[in-house]
């Protein structure tokens, strides 16, 4: 079920240390008429009592109070995640929960995002504003990959840059701006944002010929692809190099090569992360387990993953299956095989090399076991990497891997066209 938004959109803010200075001077330029829902994760102290609420109510025309477990999402209001606990959006309800335990920080700005991503798909806005690591990188891959918008406040303007950098060097913002800019945005949200990156006849052609463009200097088949999701990607480049108008960006297209190569890798959204949905892998784990059970030594078993990213998902299967077979002290030959378009995504996968940040949300008793740290952040150990096949497959055009015992596609349905979906699922059955 998706989130309501016929009465008002459900904005998502984060920020971290000197993200105050920010908030104020956005919710204190608010209408006072403005529809939507505003929730707010602020890296808090656990330990110590907030003011965050009565502070920015002083400035904002719209009431604000600390959310509450079970919540709607009732628009005119902002609510605060109170400290000491992590605030989601589950269909039509706010939700709180404790942090995970593996978290150094509180309230997670990743976890409000996704679960922002997951609930009202393309009418998701996540807003980044001041702080220090990148806690919202994550959420926000999950935002732009369900055609959603991102804001992130201007690195220049921002106390501690690094939040809203991280946003904005990923290619993930749609509008960088200071907080005056934002505030203007906030206000116009219905003209300026959600409308249909469609156009007229001119604005149809303007498209197709980008389209055309990457297709042929970069092989890949646009035409399975929705294109709404296309556009929008297309939209959110051209604004981030400050191009006035689609025309523009097309003259740009026609001469650049290396700007349809970025426009080619913003197609290319990588939605991953180790283990990500744990109440997924909770699930497969007890499958795996039971199928594994049935393996003797030197039996194989096949996976296959495609549309594997930078690896995140094909190692976070390897793990799970090591820890299995751990536990029944059985050598089987285990396969993975992890494909898919990027070539710089698997150049990554391959090298095996995660920052903090990317194991953030990693049990601390798996990253010490199945990592080890190194140059540039931590490796995965090469036991995991032996186990997985990095390769460059179009799941699209190429004929699909067979006799498989496992299939994860987590990451690449939600792109294609509905025709195109019911294909791949025959072929993954096949």
């Not at 009732?74 to 605060?80: S, V």
């Not at 303007?206 to 990607?233: C, G, H, M, N």
Request: charged share 20%; hydrophobic share 40%.
């Amino acid at each position: 079920m998706k989130v309501d938004v016929s009465n008002g959109l459900v904005i998502a803010i984060g920020a971290s240390a000197g993200g105050l200075q920010g908030l104020r001077a956005i919710l204190g330029e608010l209408d006072p008429h403005c529809p939507y829902l505003f929730i707010i994760a602020h890296h808090l102290s656990p330990n110590q009592p907030s003011r965050l609420a009565e502070i920015l109510a002083e400035t904002s025309p719209l009431p604000v109070t600390y959310a509450q477990d079970g919540d709607t999402t009732q628009g005119g209001r902002i609510l605060i995640c109170p400290p000491g606990s992590d605030i989601l959006v589950e269909q039509d309800r706010i939700v709180l929960r404790s942090p995970l335990p593996e978290a150094s920080i509180a309230p997670s700005v990743d976890r409000l995002f996704t679960s922002l991503a997951q609930s009202a798909g393309n009418k998701a806005l996540g807003i980044v504003l001041s702080g220090s690591g990148q806690d919202g990188l994550l959420g926000a891959r999950e935002i732009a990959a369900q055609g959603g918008i991102v804001f992130a406040q201007s690195p220049d303007q921002a106390v501690h840059p690094s939040m809203p950098e991280a946003i904005i060097q990923a290619d993930l913002a749609d509008r960088t701006g200071d907080t005056q800019q934002i505030a203007q945005w906030l206000n116009q949200l219905d003209q300026l944002i959600f409308e249909k990156p469609v156009g007229d006849r001119q604005s149809e052609q303007l498209f197709a010929e980008i389209f055309r463009r990457v297709a042929e200097l970069t092989d890949l088949d646009l035409s399975q692809y929705k294109e709404p999701t296309l556009r929008r990607q297309v939209i959110r480049r051209y604004r981030n190099l400050n191009i006035a108008s689609l025309g523009e960006y097309l003259e740009r297209v026609r001469t650049d090569d290396s700007e349809v190569q970025a426009l080619y890798q913003s197609f290319m959204i990588s939605v991953t992360g180790f283990f990500r949905d744990p109440e997924v892998y909770s699930v497969l784990s007890d499958t795996l387990h039971a199928s594994l059970a049935k393996r003797h030594d030197g039996d194989s078993f096949r996976v296959w993953v495609p549309g594997c990213a930078s690896g995140q998902e094909a190692y976070s299967l390897a793990i799970l299956i090591a820890e299995i077979l751990r536990s029944r002290h059985v050598n089987l030959d285990i396969r993975i095989f992890a494909t898919d378009l990027d070539q710089r995504a698997l150049e990554r996968a391959r090298a095996g090399i995660y920052s903090k940040e990317d194991l953030a949300q990693l049990d601390p008793v798996r990253r010490e076991r199945w990592f080890a740290p190194c140059t540039g952040g931590w490796r995965v150990t090469k036991p995991i990497r032996d186990m997985v096949v990095f390769s460059a497959h179009d799941l699209t055009t190429n004929p699909p891997f067979i006799r498989m015992d496992l299939i994860s596609c987590r990451n690449l349905l939600i792109y294609l066209k509905a025709d195109q979906q019911a294909e791949l699922i025959r072929a993954f059955h096949y």
